[in-house]
């Protein structure tokens, strides 16, 4: 005798219990039974999704925009790399400025856009989120990809990680931010990082540079080391907390030594196939180029005697360095200038790192490091869902001593500078990548609106879940009752 259970047989002779026929067919009936449940429910899940889909329409994160050529006649255009355009017109043709002056040649097929009163911007670069890595962080787990348990993960790739679908892409890129540093975050070494536009339906869509940098989170010296709930914060001595320090660094040198050894042994045997052949290492391969000096390495660091470690710790291994952080870069100044290490500083909405620092340290640290002469910009760190203040934090910036010009190119032409994209981002010039922003104001002002955004060349519609949600309830009293 069989038993047919979900399209697979089972034999009664593996199963005694199915030798007694009526148990059997009680059995034969639970799976009926299950089965047309498990149906309903299917059948259930996939009517309510068309319900949502009917009430919301299609969501937005999947609206790409629509290509062209397009003409914004007659608007203010502010270069950030040249002088200001008082009346002037921008052609975007194939994804490109195609043309940018006072007086350009507008092509028969384009797509008018009258600019009288509004400004053309560059779109922002945000160079350090979690962008695409998290959506719900003490939520949902599996909309958390940016970190992997361990604390040496060289091989995880944003890249890889980034859901292109995120809610947080349209509400960060309707406020003018066009472009960003997606980076894992955890661990010691926590993996590469990528560039990415934000629109396209896949990661190689959105990509700019999908693997540009490793990410380090280099050890600090702190003097906390845990909570008792019984007795408040536990503390050990400084000496102490510069050992464990030390100790943190010299695992990071181990690995960068280990690796340097991998790359030796896999440039022997491409020379000489009579060797032994390495084993594959997917973590210390994808750490040669960063050992090499090939590719940057982003080194987390606020503090300024945590700064002094890393310009050691890039003197010993002769890697190339940016910094991530950088409350107080600006009191080493002379020694990163001296080194060629730029500062991604993300810091401004948080408290000052000491008690004794005046409230206004982090919003002016900006200024002093332009003062001194750095290679700097402004990022948020954010994961995602508030990387669209950028433009606020750096106008913040601008109302505590940073120049007006530099706290535009702070979030424009400084980043795509440090992230080696200059060449095609960062400023409205002919042949650049068409990553362009048209206001009824100033970028960096709170009350400026967005009217146009371009990503790529690509008009994109003015929406995210902020604009649905507003739409949705702009005209509801509040004697409605709850639905």
Known sequence: MTVRKSGRTVEAGLVPALRDTSFSRKLVFKFQMVNKHLFSAAIFVLFLSSLLLAQNGPADQNQTGREGTFAIIGA?????????????????RDGVIAAVGPNVSIPRNAEKIDGKGLTVFPGMIDAGTNMGLLEIGGGARGTVDVSETGDINPNAKAYLGINPHTSHINVTRVNGITTVLSMPSGGLISGQSAIVNLNGSTQSEMAEVPVFSLVIDFPTVTTFSGFNPFSGPRRINFDQAVKRRDDRVKEIKDVFEAAKQYARAQEAYAKDNTLPYPETDLKMESMVPYVRGEKPIIFSAQRARDIRAVIKFVDDMKVRAIIFGGAEAWEEAEEL??????????????????????????????SKMSEAGMKFCISTGDDGSNARDLPYQAGLAGGFGLSKDDALKSVTLYPAQILGIADKYGSLDEGKVANVVVADGDILDPRTNIKYLFIKGRMLPLTSRHTEFFERYKDRKLSDPAP
């Open 76 to 92: 203010r255009i502010v270069t950030v790399s040249g002088a200001e355009i008082p009346n002037g017109t921008i052609v975007i």
């Open 337 to 366: 200038k001296k080194r060629d290490i730029p500062v991604i500083f993300n810091d401004i909405y948080q408290n000052p790192l000491s008690n004794d620092d005046p409230y206004d340290s982090n919003f002016s640290s900006p």
